[in-house]
T-cell receptor, first 109, second 111 residues
Framework: SQTIHQWPATLVQPVGSPLSLECTVE??????LYWYRQAAGRGLQLLFYSVGIGQISSEVPQNLSASRPQDRQFILSSKKLLLSDSGFYLCAWMQAEAFFGQGTRLTVV | QKEVEQDPGPLSVPEGAIVSLNCTYSNSAFQYFMWYRQYSRKGPELLMYTYSSGNKEDGRFTAQVDKSSKYISLFIRDSQPSDSATYLC???????????FGKGITLSVRP
């Protein structure tokens, strides 16, 4: 069966520091992968999606970037974090429905 | 008008109650409809998945889709404290298109 791994679960980072969140999928090949951010009262905001290695689409302009170095690996990055980057970040793998990782709660201080 | 509207809640019910959660949408192109349950500090998990109009039942959960009214519902029978979570509706136009989510409603089932 397919599983999706996301780490770390919790992260506290100072303003201006870099960020790297990793997501990997097992049990499937060539998955469509997504990064979402969830803020209280604002629902799930789609940040990036990828349909294959090296293929990244950005939904909103922001301080973040994404990369897909391998078929089952999706990375969310930032060179310099802002306070407004705090939130709950979710990686998802999608067929007809979406399967989510357990999320990373990022607090920028 | 937002593409998907979901009652903001929160919602608190006594154990054993029937819960009705609803979403409306504006885009008639949506064909696939989902309900997710999200416990605190966890990722959403898929509860129900339906294609086009109709009802789908799974244990205590029933999902309804009324495409003519652009309205979807999730019913929970005999609600339990373990049902306390945030529920998100989601929908998409095609099998490979992006999902659009409601903002979610937090349900609390009191023992």
């Amino acid at each position: 069966s397919q599983t999706i791994h996301q780490w770390p679960a919790t992260l506290v980072q100072p303003v201006g520091s870099p960020l790297s969140l990793e997501c990997t999928v097992e049990g499937t090949s060539n998955p469509n992968l997504y990064w979402y951010r969830q803020a209280a009262g604002r629902g799930l905001q789609l940040l990036f999606y990828s349909v294959g290695i090296g293929q990244i689409s950005s939904e909103v302009p922001q301080n973040l970037s994404a990369s897909r170095p391998q078929d089952r690996q999706f990375i969310l990055s930032s060179k310099k974090l802002l306070l407004s980057d705090s939130g709950f970040y979710l990686c998802a793998w999608m067929q007809a429905e979406a399967f989510f990782g357990q999320g990373t709660r990022l607090t920028v201080v | 008008q937002k593409e998907v509207e979901q009652d903001p809640g929160p919602l608190s019910v006594p154990e054993g109650a029937i819960v009705s959660l609803n979403c409306t949408y504006s885009n008639s192109a949506f064909q696939y409809f989902m309900w997710y349950r999200q416990y605190s500090r966890k990722g959403p998990e898929l509860l129900m998945y339906t294609y086009s109009s109709g009802n789908k039942e799974d244990g205590r959960f029933t999902a309804q889709v009324d495409k003519s009214s652009k309205y979807i519902s999730l019913f929970i029978r005999d609600s339990q404290p373990s049902d306390s979570a945030t529920y998100l509706c989601a929908m998409r136009k095609g099998a490979n298109s992006k999902l659009t989510f409601g903002k979610g409603i937090t349900l609390s089932v009191r023992p």
